[in-house]
């Protein structure tokens, strides 16, 4: 019963004395892990993945004419930038949101990117 205790106070103090982001960012790897989805990290140019995480920013673009939308997704591995062409809004996509994405990891300038992924918004952060 004292070990079971032990490990709770330990815990417990982890919790309180760590870095928030840090701690968020091991929370959503696990949530994605247990999930069966794939770790950004992992991912490299040409993987068909399904990933789930959170959108740490969203901002519409629209240079010259051509509207997208583009958000900055994080699953507490890595970032990957994923972009709708054709968009100049999506209802539910805002910062903080939780969602799970499908798609083929592509290079931008060096940067993961997935072009015009299925997505399916989660409950909220």
Same mark, same amino acid.
């Given at each position: ?6 490990? =709770? ?5 982890? @919790?309180?004395?760590? /870095? ?5 960012? +091991? +929370?959503?790897? +696990? ?15 040409? &993987? ?5 995480? !959170? ?9 010259? $004419? ?8 994080? /699953? ?9 062409? $054709? @968009?100049? !809004?999506?209802? $539910?996509?805002?910062? $903080?949101? *939780? ?7 592509? &290079?931008? /300038?060096?940067?993961?990117?997935? =072009? *015009?992924? =299925? =997505?399916?918004? !989660?409950?909220?952060?």
């Amino acid at each position: 019963m004292a070990s079971a205790a032990s490990g =709770y106070f330990s815990r417990l103090r982890r @919790r309180l004395t760590e /870095d928030i982001d840090r701690l968020d960012a +091991e +929370e959503m790897a +696990e949530s994605a892990d247990a999930s069966g989805a794939h770790r950004a990290a992992d991912c490299c140019r040409g &993987d068909e993945v399904t990933m789930l995480g !959170r959108l740490r920013s969203v901002a519409a673009c629209s240079k010259s $004419g051509d509207a997208a939308v583009q958000a900055e997704f994080y /699953d507490g591995t890595d970032s990957v930038t994923l972009v709708w062409i $054709g @968009r100049r !809004r999506i209802p $539910g996509l805002e910062p $903080g949101r *939780n969602v799970l994405v499908r798609g083929r990891v592509g &290079d931008r /300038d060096g940067s993961k990117v997935i =072009y *015009n992924p =299925y =997505y399916e918004l !989660r409950e909220r952060a």
